[in-house]
């Protein structure tokens, strides 16, 4: 008999959405999917209630946490800018969620994957800042999505970039260079000081980090592993790391808490010996 493997509790903040005048909280589809398929996790959606949701507890009951991509943008107040038309549209209901999320989540050692806005998201809630348009700066390349109905047009390969050598991302990759593709028109301006570079764009654009000093999985990536990740080799054991570095850490805190019950348990152990 197959052994089923534990699947771990990924939570995945939610966009806010407007239909008809009323608030829906949205998830994309690919993104749990990706989750369910190739990290072998459950994923579960934390809505965007700002303060509502409270980072410890809810970091408490969670294995990992995934910052999806969104139509919206990091409101650029938050990384000392002042909010123009190019960096429309906002979720700031998503920010005041997502932030306290992402200390939370490093600061006890969750595994994090963070995707395109949550890149993004990352890299201000560390202290670094955003481009609004990198398409319009000099010697940059066209990072936006293809303008074509076909989906797998819009998530076909764009573009090669650089692995860092002796990096997490080259280490998973097992190669130097991949193929992504490219679907953001927001890029990394100053990278902040608790990430490191794991892969550039020929044009010099960051496409992925590691949170520094990490004592668990900390990556982030520019581009869409999700999209149908189970049909590329790198997504496949992108995933696949952080449903397992989600497992060990369900692992350990299951360790924990049993831990934590016999020592609670042991004085009425000793006591009904006595007796």
């Known amino acids: 008999m197959t052994e089923c493997k534990y699947r771990p509790l990924i939570g995945v903040p939610a966009c806010i959405k407007e239909l008809d005048s009323q ?3 949205t998830v994309g589809d690919k ?6 398929v190739s990290a072998e996790a459950l994923p579960v959606m934390i809505p965007s209630l700002e303060m509502l ?3 410890p507890d809810l970091i408490d009951r969670l294995d990992g946490l995934m910052l999806t991509g969104s139509p919206s943008n990091v409101h650029p107040s938050r990384y000392n800018q002042d909010p123009t038309s190019k960096h429309e549209p906002f979720d700031e209901w998503r920010d005041a969620t997502v932030f306290p999320l992402i200390r939370e989540a490093l600061d006890r050692g969750l595994p994090l994957l963070a995707i395109c806005r949550g890149f993004q998201e990352l890299n201000v809630a560390l202290g670094g800042s955003l481009h609004a348009r990198v398409h319009e700066l000099p010697d940059r390349m066209d990072h936006r999505r293809p303008q074509h109905p076909d989906l797998d047009v819009q998530y076909g390969v764009k ?3 650089a692995l860092k050598e002796g990096g997490a991302i080259a280490a998973l990759a097992g190669c130097s260079e991949l193929e992504i593709n490219s679907l953001h028109w927001q890029a990394i301006d100053r990278l902040a000081d608790g990430l490191v570079a794991e892969a550039h764009a020929p044009d010099g654009t960051i ?5 520094k000093n990490a004592t668990s999985f900390a990556l982030g ?10 049909e590329n080799p790198f997504s496949r054991r992108l ?4 449903g397992d570095a989600a497992r060990a850490r369900a692992a350990g805190t299951q360790a924990g808490h049993d831990k934590a019950s016999d020592k609670d348990a042991e ?9």
């Open 207 to 211: 496409e992925a980090v590691r949170v």
């Open 31 to 36: 993104y749990v999917r990706a989750l369910a």
């Open 53 to 55: 949701v409270h980072s």
């Open 239 to 242: 995933f696949a790391a952080f």
């Open 159 to 161: 573009h090669s970039i």
């Open 221 to 230: 990536v520019q581009w869409h592993p999700e999209y149908k990740s189970w």
């Open 23 to 25: 608030q829906f909280h």
């Open 267 to 275: 004085p009425a152990r000793l006591a009904n010996f006595r007796a």
